[in-house]
T-cell receptor, first 120, second 113 residues
Framework: DTAVSQTPKYLVTQMGNDKSIKCEQNLGHDTMYWYKQDSKKFLKIMFSYNNKELIINETVPNRFSPKSPDKAHLNLHINSLELGDSAVYFC???????????????????FGSGTRLTVV | GENVEQHPSTLSVQEGDSAVIKCTYSDSASNYFPWYKQELGKGPQLIIDIRSNVGEKKDQRIAVTLNKTAKHFSLHITETQPEDSAVYFCAASIGDSSYKLIFGSGTRLLVRP
């Protein structure tokens, strides 16, 4: 199946621990993203990589570090977890914009199914 | 900063009725406006999108309209069915030079059988 897959689906951990979430896409997309969805369902972008290059880095604590070993993978490592980090984290991917500056036919994001992180 | 406002936050309709969700955006350079449906326990899924050179787009029971002058865009669902129950998000691109989408706060749609 062509998809964006992220693991694990659920992650329960204690404050102060370090954890990683992995994401992989087999859609041939060049751009990948991490979004955080809080308890009120609000979706906020955290990071974006295009062809392994960081292009969006929102105001996110330094404890969050993305890593893109290749354009099909974007992992998220979180150090010293805090209670406020509890949320659902979504990975997404999209095709790059066309070289002429116009959007390709299918610009829309494809999201993974999310990782529910609970810090206790 | 850039902002997308979405209304209403919750919407309850009788099966067969229409549902309309409205969004406004602040960045006049935005030119791409997708809509996503998120079912319980799943990631958001693109259901329809529109670009700034088009005023309306329809796909079966779903339509989106765009008013660039007023910076408004809306999702219209006709003949609603219980399986349309979900959280719907609008989004707008940030200008023409970014990959970034700014999402609205979501609308929880409940279709009563």
């Amino acid at each position: 199946d062509t998809a964006v897959s992220q693991t694990p689906k659920y992650l329960v951990t204690q404050m102060g621990n370090d954890k990683s979430i992995k994401c992989e896409q087999n859609l041939g997309h060049d751009t990948m993203y991490w979004y955080k969805q809080d308890s009120k369902k609000f979706l906020k972008i955290m990071f974006s990589y295009n062809n392994k290059e960081l292009i969006i880095n929102e105001t996110v604590p330094n404890r969050f570090s993305p890593k893109s070993p290749d354009k099909a993978h974007l992992n998220l490592h979180i150090n010293s977890l805090e209670l406020g980090d509890s949320a659902v984290y979504f990975c997404a991917s999209s095709p790059s914009r066309g070289g002429t500056g116009g959007y390709p036919n299918n610009y829309g994001y494809t999201f993974g199914s999310g990782t529910r992180l609970t810090v206790v | 900063g850039e902002n997308v406002e979405q209304h209403p936050s919750t919407l309850s309709v009788q099966e067969g009725d229409s549902a309309v969700i409205k969004c406004t955006y602040s960045d006049s350079a935005s030119n791409y406006f997708p809509w996503y449906k998120q079912e319980l326990g799943k990631g958001p899924q693109l259901i329809i999108d529109i670009r700034s050179n088009v005023g309306e787009k329809k796909d079966q029971r779903i339509a989106v309209t765009l008013n660039k002058t007023a910076k408004h865009f809306s999702l219209h669902i006709t003949e609603t069915q219980p399986e349309d129950s979900a959280v719907y998000f609008c989004a707008a691109s940030i200008g023409d030079s970014s990959y970034k989408l700014i999402f609205g706060s979501g609308t929880r749609l409940l279709v009563r059988p």
